[in-house]
């Protein structure tokens, strides 16, 4: 599974924009390196993306330019990786199946999971630091599974969301439920729709229910806003080059949404949680071409 590359007459933009004034800004515009699924850094100095197989970090302002992280022992990279809430490292899923921890000043990595033939894209880590919530796939032709492992390493265990595939959990700021995007309800396959189950398991609830196919909830750090993904109906996954949407709601409402954002994206806009430590800014990242 090779690193994606943008097409010809394609380019990555990395947005910053503001929830509260709808103000967008592009700090980055890439014809080169495809960028994807920006991080923000918990001081609120950095983005940390991926491209390439690499990981890069991009100051969050206007004529900004990517450095690369330089790790050592670290296979290429895909778009799921999330802060440790330490502020110092990063987690890591890797082309290899595998996820790794290392510090965000580069260097050595630690091989945080241990076990063979199995994919493990990481998108959530609690926010005390002792656990990751991944997304656990033997085969693709097989429904990916919340699993949930010890930050240092060690037994994983599944948590039951009922059937169909589910992607992108991660917890709530305040540690008591764990997100996420769900077929459970899907009427015609790839009909994802945002959820969420209490942390330890329990009843899966559903928070929206629409006729587009919804991925990848993220919250702010403050737990009143949050923004997804939405894609259009009969969409299968979370594929690059469509037409999307950027929806931001208020966690007390998910049925109407304050702001709609579209642009050309899909995969690698907004895969893991990209809030801003204020609250009200978030990254994502738009790839149009020429024509658009």
Partial sequence: MPYREL?????????????????????????????EAPNWSVDGEALLI?????????????GATPRPIE????PEVNNDHVLDPSGDAIYLSAMDGHIYHGALAGGSVRKVTSDEGVWHFLHGVSPDGERLAY??????????????MPAAGGESSV????????????????GSWIYFNSEHWASEPGHAQIARIPDGGGDVERLVSSGTVDWFPHLAPDG????????????????ADREVTLV?????????????????????TINVNSWAPDSRRFAYVSYPTAAS
Wanted: proline share 10%; no cysteine.
């Fill in 71 to 74: 790790f050592e022992g670290l």
């Fill in 248 to 268: 931001v709601v208020r966690t007390d409402d998910w049925t109407t949404p304050v702001a709609r954002i579209p642009f050309p994206g899909g995969q690698g």
């Fill in 224 to 239: 009143r806003t949050a923004v997804y993904l939405e894609f259009p109906p009969g969409t299968l996954g979370h594929p």
């Fill in 159 to 174: 948590v039951d969301t009922g059937a169909g595939h589910i992607d992108g959990p991660e917890w709530s700021p305040d």
């Fill in 7 to 35: 097409a010809p007459g394609q380019s990555a933009r990395i947005h910053v924009h503001d929830a509260v004034t709808g103000e967008d800004v592009v700090v980055h515009e890439s014809t080169d390196v495809l960028l």
């Fill in 135 to 148: 997304v656990r796939i033997t085969t693709f032709d097989q429904p990916g599974l919340l699993t949930i």
């Fill in 50 to 62: 991926n491209g390439r197989g690499l990981v890069w970090s991009l100051a969050p302002e206007t």
